[in-house]
């Protein structure tokens, strides 16, 4: 009698248990992708592929395996949630076009981070889109010429000293003039440029940075500063010397397909504060880069992360390492 | 001795003074600027020993070198959270004195609950008062003529 | 004083049903524990499996029911439960059934264990083997999980082939050292009057009877002189047909004043824990990220170099320094007791300082880590549960002001207690100054432990 009893307890307990584990389990998978994050050496996005159908919610539940990361869609308003380890965020998303987008982990969980990227395939009727190719494609920009400055000021512009030639500057004030032009030919440039021979060297190299200036504005710069220092002050530092706390380790070498690379130098990250080499490349240059990543070394593609106004922006940034702004 | 009652006496006023004296002891306030630069990556902070005096207002720069970490203060309950690439700075006035832990107060990792440091504010009297109460304790266990009596074993009734 | 002269106490230990519900409970959570850590999140602080194992669970045993009960956990242990239904065919246990018979081996082989592992030597290997990778299993709920569910098919397995519960006597890592330490627990079961035992010539207490099994520990209460092996299982006080078993309340430490029964393997045994309480206190809860990452990457030459300084320091290191200690405090003392009778009984000193090493070392992070415990139970597998609404609590470090206080006052009451033990023991066959001298190396030794590790938890 006694037996059969402690028989029962036990079944109650330990199958109810069981079944009510089961059952949990079993209401958490219901139609929910849930969405495992881990460090890129380890998997990376588990699963990195989602499809959904447009105008249709995509459920997830995000969660992380080890450390901090964060979920958010590239080119997308859509504000970054933070994925905790252990905890279940829930999220849903819902697309009114049809294409693919590009989601990736906004918190640095280490000297891969940036590769920790998924794809949302959403399907549907597509309205054919005109894509336009990135400029550094139109203008025919060789973005990975080696590029050294001749010429450098002898020291910092300001865009505030440049401001008094600015009814000299109107022809190359334009935006395609500073989009395709490296600071460096823009001062060649105005330095050839006989209405104002009378202006010295670094008078010139004022204008320029008041060209600059002028083609980015406070609010641009803000942004990319958040930007720069959320996706690129890791690596490039934070003060731009590319002395950023991953500088040493960014290997050029994941997978196959960068097998090539192997047994290559680190490529170290571009120094923001040197002269002769920031002041030698154009926005669209700097822009190609920034869009396409750096081929082989340890700089991400950023073109489907970042709208081209953001990475516009963050262009413009870049040359706040080597300009003063007007306050 | 042949009063065991005198060094008995003896030894408690010795143990009151190392309770008390420090606590008594008022360290000279200076109110400097402090500031530390710690890196903390691998499960560890660099430097992970922070000394500062009472009264000192104490900034450290958090730089994380390999994913998001925290820095929490006990007994201060402050903390602070980094980015790599993105230092993030706690200024506070170090107005307790002690020795205080250092964790990391974002999940890192395997190690997280191990990645620890340790503020430092002012002298760590603690240690010293263990230290001095052990070795009086030390005395204490040798005055005892006889370890405490052993009561007569029952074997059998 | 004997408790079981409280008739509610009496009646509660002697019923099956209070031990075998609680026992349930423990083993639906460690059957818990093994699924979170399987299936549940790989993030420790958030898994029912690490933080209840090794916040929860280790906070009980270490800091309440070892120094208070001793074996007291044994008694309700999940682990050997499923191994002793099948050996018993039962699981509940008599009252009639099967009346009459040895009940200790009805099923399963039912050998006897091999007479030359009849010691805690094998306890001393498995508590090593699980130390030299606790960085891993303490930190990974996977690795968790499977040490636990190793622990249920050994126990398993040990049931079907040997009698009475060999795997906690001999093998559970864990069991070593609780049976070592339950010597200085304030309570101990022994017989009442050993006379009522020698003319009782069934001895139901050892063969069992239709009220219980025969003692389940292979220990024969007559002649327990210590609580080392006895599991408190309470199965003697069921088959005693003279009411001849006494459950007393009694001074700390007191199996330390017995001279009898002093072995090398439980020698071993304490400078095992002695030396793994230390190690843990710098490696975990020390500054130095490098030798925590030597301890975790298991299998790398770093953790190789781990292994082996913490085997050196452990096995040779400490007792050599310690032999040392007695050899000098044998020449002090110009005793004329041989050196490994010294050593051996010297060593038990060594068992409350080690005890209390271990709870200053369990405050540290206990209860800075106590808030987990409350989410664990909420959402024990990481799966985005609320259960009792406690799910989001954020991390918040308990009684962080107080524990080096405690930790100090700990370590200095472990000092105390050994320094006192080891003149006593000293004291045994020698005379009062002559004793002092024998001692005095020995307090030494537990001096600069003392001092150590309040170096490693509070500077």
Not at chain 2, 129 to 157: D, H, N, W
């Amino acid at each position: 009698m006694n037996e059969k009893l402690a028989l029962v307890f036990v079944i109650v307990v330990l199958v109810g248990g069981g079944i009510a584990i089961g059952f949990g389990w079993w209401q958490g998978q219901s139609n929910i992708v849930t969405l495992h994050a881990r460090m890129p050496e380890t998997g990376g996005w588990i699963p990195d592929n989602l499809t959904v159908a447009a105008n249709q919610p995509l459920d997830l539940r995000l969660t992380s395996d080890d450390v901090q990361h964060g979920f958010a869609i590239g080119q997308s308003d859509q504000p970054a949630v933070d994925i905790n380890p252990g905890v279940v965020t829930e999220l849903t998303l819902k697309f009114d076009q049809p294409g693919t987008y590009t989601y990736y982990c906004t918190r640095w969980c280490g000297v891969n981070h940036w590769r920790m990227r998924g794809t949302i395939t959403v399907t549907g009727e597509s309205v054919e889109q005109v894509v336009t190719p990135p400029l550094f494609v139109q203008i025919g920009l060789d973005i990975d010429a080696p590029h050294e400055a001749e010429f450098i000021p002898s020291s910092k512009p300001s865009a505030q000293n440049g401001e008094n030639l600015r009814f000299e500057l109107s022809a190359y004030q334009t935006s395609e003039y500073y989009r395709s032009h490296s600071p460096e030919q823009a001062w060649v440039d105005l330095r050839k440029d006989l209405t104002l021979a009378a202006y010295s060297d670094l008078q010139l190299w004022d204008a320029v940075a008041f060209i600059w200036q002028t083609n980015t504005s406070e609010d641009a710069l803000s942004e990319a500063e958040e930007l720069y220092a959320q996706n690129c002050a890791a690596c490039h530092g934070v003060s731009g010397a590319g002395d950023g706390v991953f500088s040493d380790q960014q290997v050029p070498v994941m997978g196959e397909a960068d097998e090539a690379f192997s047994g290559h130098e680190i490529v170290l990250p571009t120094d923001f504060t040197d002269p002769h080499h920031i002041l030698s490349a154009s926005p669209a240059a700097l822009q190609g880069k920034l869009i396409r990543g750096g081929m082989g070394t340890g700089m991400p593609m950023w073109g489907v992360i970042f709208t081209e106004e953001q990475t516009w922006s963050l262009v413009s940034y870049l040359y706040s390492f080597q300009f003063k702004e007007v306050h | 001795m042949k009063h065991p009652a005198v060094s008995w006496l003896i030894l408690g006023a010795a143990v009151l003074l190392v309770v008390f004296v420090p606590i008594l002891h008022k360290p000279e306030i200076l109110n400097k600027e402090r500031s530390f630069r710690v890196e903390a990556g691998d499960f560890a902070y660099t430097p992970a020993v922070l000394k500062v005096n009472p009264g000192d207002r104490v900034t450290i720069e958090l730089i994380s070198t390999d994913v998001v970490h925290g820095l929490y203060v006990d007994g201060y309950d402050l903390s602070v959270t980094a980015d790599p690439g993105q230092p993030a700075t706690l200024t506070f006035v170090a107005d307790q004195s002690g020795v205080f832990r250092l964790r990391c107060s974002v999940a890192c990792g395997a190690l997280h609950p191990f990645m620890l440091g340790k503020l430092q504010v002012g002298r760590n009297m603690l240690i010293w008062q263990g230290i001095g109460m052990t070795f009086l304790a030390l005395i204490g266990t040798l005055l005892i003529r006889k370890p405490f009596p052993v009561p007569e074993k029952q074997t059998s009734s | 004083m004997n408790l079981l002269n409280f008739p509610f106490v009496k009646q509660t230990l002697k019923n099956r049903w209070p031990q075998f519900t609680i026992m349930i409970i423990a083993l639906a959570g460690f059957l818990l524990a093994i699924l979170s850590g399987l299936f549940g999140t790989p993030v420790g602080s958030r898994n029912f499996g690490i933080v209840f194992v090794w916040i929860a669970w280790w906070a009980i045993l270490m800091l309440v029911a070892v120094p208070f009960l001793g074996r007291g956990w044994c008694s309700i242990c999940p682990i050997p439960a499923s191994g002793e239904w099948l050996q018993r065919g039962a699981m509940l246990g008599p009252r009639g059934q099967a009346k009459g018979v040895a009940l200790s081996a009805s099923k399963g082989f039912g050998r006897r264990w091999p007479k030359r592992f009849r010691n805690i030597w094998l306890q001393n290997g498995s508590f090593l083997l699980v130390a030299l990778f606790s960085t891993v299993i303490l930190t990974q709920p996977r690795v968790t999980a499977i040490v636990l569910a190793a622990f249920l098919f050994v126990a398993i397995g040990a049931s079907l082939i040997f009698e009475r519960r060999a795997f906690c006597r001999y093998l559970c890592p864990v069991g070593g050292f609780i049976g070592l330490y339950s010597q200085l627990a304030p309570l101990e079961l022994r017989v009442v009057d050993t006379a009522v035992c020698a003319a009782h010539t069934e001895k139901t207490c050892y063969t069992g009877s239709a009220e219980g099994y025969g003692c389940p520990w292979d220990v024969f209460p007559p002649g327990m002189v210590k609580n080392t092996y006895c599991g408190t299982c309470m199965e003697c006080l069921r088959t005693c047909p003279h009411d001849n078993i006494a459950l007393n309340i009694r001074p700390l430490g007191a199996d330390l004043d017995e001279a009898r029964n002093r072995k090398l393997d439980e020698a071993f045994k304490a400078f095992i824990m002695l030396g793994a309480a230390a190690v843990y206190s710098g490696v975990l809860l020390g500054p130095w990220g490098t030798l925590k990452l030597a301890a975790y990457s298991v299998g790398t030459l770093p953790w190789m170099t781990y292994v082996a300084s913490f085997l050196t320091l452990i096995l040779l290191a400490l007792p050599g320094l310690f032999w040392l200690m007695v050899w000098i405090g044998k020449r002090l003392s110009g005793s004329g007791l041989p050196m490994r009778k010294l050593f051996i009984s010297q060593s038990y000193a060594l068992i409350p300082l080690g005890l209390t090493a271990w709870i200053a070392f369990s405050l540290s992070f206990v209860f800075a880590n106590f808030s987990y415990v409350l989410v664990a139970l909420s959402d024990p597998f990481g799966w985005g549960w609320n259960l009792l609404g406690t799910a989001g609590i954020a991390w918040v470090p308990w009684l962080t002001g107080l524990t080096p206080f405690l930790q100090v006052g700990v370590l200095l009451g472990g000092f105390i207690w050994a320094a006192l033990t080891s003149r006593k023991i000293a004291s045994e066959k020698s005379a009062l100054g002559q004793a002092s001298r024998l001692a005095m190396p020995v307090i030494g030794f537990c001096l600069a432990f003392t001092l150590t590790m309040m170096g490693l938890l509070v500077a």
